[in-house]
């Protein structure tokens, strides 16, 4: 029984990483990422919760939720766009401060990341970092197996 239940769980995240891998279209870009943790209003009428996991992005439609990774770290956190900008031409996402403590770039103020639309099916909730993200997917994934028996 507990041979079935790794089995399951290592396909499940093979699964996962695969959907994800599948996800790195022509939209992904690599650039310079920083924070912000003040405001009162965000673009689309939000108020601004500076813990939360969201983002401003020039284009990607208010909504869209983004797999931004520290390119130097390798800590990822999904933000859902609820704000315009940056306004400083050389970067390309502006995430929150509760995302930028979870990508570790508060102390530098802007790192290097890289950004991935996702499709809606796919996206975690705004305020789950990826990891705990990929872990309960695969969780839901394992007790479904398992149900199925």
Do not use: C
Request: net charge positive; aromatic share 6%; hydrophobic share 45%.
């Amino acid at each position: 029984m507990k041979q079935v239940r790794w089995a399951a769980v290592a396909a499940l995240a093979v699964l996962m990483g695969a959907q994800l891998a599948g996800q790195a279209d022509a939209a992904a870009q690599t650039g310079k990422a920083s924070y912000y943790k003040s405001g009162h209003r965000t673009a689309n009428g939000e108020r601004f919760d500076p813990h939360g996991y969201t983002a401003a992005h020039r284009t990607l439609p208010f909504g869209t939720k983004v797999l931004v990774t520290n390119v130097k770290t390798g800590k990822s956190v999904i933000v859902r766009i609820n704000d315009r900008g940056p306004f400083i031409k050389s970067r390309i996402i502006d995430v929150s401060y509760g995302a930028a403590k979870v990508l570790g770039i508060t102390g530098a103020g802007v790192a290097t990341v890289k950004i991935v639309p996702l499709k809606k099916s796919a996206a975690a909730p705004a305020a789950t970092p990826a990891p705990v993200a990929a872990v309960e997917a695969v969780a839901q994934g394992v007790v479904e197996v398992l149900s199925l028996r």
